[in-house]
């Protein structure tokens, strides 16, 4: 009976030591896995005067494959399941960034701007080639709309005077055509009763050319000059169908021409007298959100529309006299004629005044000599000196200011998508636009400013909740 204690003692010792183990090798486990240890409170040594433990607990027991059992870790049936990382030597992989971040900010506002500038170009195309299949209509009613700027001061002024509207539409439509047609006919007249003379004067202009380019110093020899004739000659012979075509294209073309002027008269005469009504309709057409700012604009549109082609009338018709007096003084043939070329001619910006005084520079060289063509030249380019930098400023004013870069811009393109008639209603639509584009913007400055200080009047809308809170 005296080893029933020692024996008893030893085995207190060895299930403490077997205990620590166990408890180390289970934080070693918990290590590796990436949990925080847990640290178990260590048992209580046995003395050798405690009574011997019924059996050892199953939990104890060391598991074969060396991993702890389960009924050593916490019993926590709630807690969430853990999922463990990756081993330590798993390749690191990043996570994908959202595509939207990926691309560069300035990718991003070049493609926003790309694509919304191919609906405006794609919009810009169809509108070119719906106007382009109905060109003759559309030139037509620029037409109609030029002439009726230049014409409604005068219905204003008689039904000022006291005359009804339509009579005064009358008066002032049949007075302006016939203006017109008028200065039509006596051009034609003057130059079937030039022709003649003129005819032997070009003749006799060719003959003096052929006479100077064989004592010039160009070494051109008469051979070459009647080898030319002669090429000319052989050319249009050859070409005899085409010019027969050309021909029958030109009556095709004289009715479009009849048929154009018929419609812009009508034109002309429905919007002298009805105007005001036909702008009421379109606005009607116009989003009830967008109508006020449009409804201000047209007048300024229509007021720097009248001014344009007041302005141009004056001009040209000054050109035309101080050019027309010019030639005529220096014996030019058809200087009538020209001079109202030249005044036709004005209505298109930039080329129209090129292609004006070189004709009459033309006429007088053959008719009259070098000499007298350059003496014509000067007039030609001291008007037109007089016209750039005193009579657009002061006659057109600010009304219409317009860059000349777009005057060039607008007359070449006018003059691709409409030909003549394009180059002539350009300048007075990009000087249109200009001014409705100027007033729309301060129109919107405008209201924005008028909002804010409204918004600023107003009582601050977070007061009214907190009375409301406190009275309940």
Known sequence: MSRVPGLLGR????LTRMGERLEERRAETEADAGLDPVVLDPAPPVSVQSPPPRKPPAALAPDPSGEPSAEMAPADEHAPEHVPPPPSYAP?????????????????VAAAVGWRLLVLAGSIYVLTQIISAVSLVVLAFVAALLITALLQPTVARLKRMGLPRGLATALTAISGFVIMGLVGWF???????NLDDLSSKVRAGIEELKRWALNSPFHVTEDQINQIAKNLSDTIGANTNEITNAGLQGVTVLVEVLTG???AMFSTLFLLYDGPKIWQWVLNLVPEAARPGVAGAGPKAWRTLTAYVRGT???????????????YFLGVPMAVPLAVFIFLFAFIPLVGAVVSGALAVVVALVTDGVFNALMVLLVVLAVQQIE?????PFILGRAVRVHPLAVVLSVAAGGLVGGIGGAVVAVPLVAV???????????????????????????????VPAVTADRE
């Open 313 to 327: 009338v004056i001009v040209a018709l000054i050109d035309a006299i101080c050019i027309g007096i010019g030639i």
């Open 11 to 14: 085995l207190g010792a060895g």
């Open 388 to 392: 750039g930098h005193v009579l657009q």
């Open 433 to 463: 636009t200009n001014t409705v584009v100027g007033y729309l913007r301060k129109y919107s400055r405008e209201n924005a400013l008028r909002s804010a200080r409204a918004i600023e009047g107003a009582p601050p809308a977070a007061a």
């Open 261 to 263: 002027i018929l419609l």
């Open 187 to 193: 051009v034609v007249w003057q130059v079937m009763d």
């Open 92 to 108: 690191a992989v990043s996570a994908r960034p959202d595509p939207v971040d990926a691309v560069p900010w300035s990718m991003r």
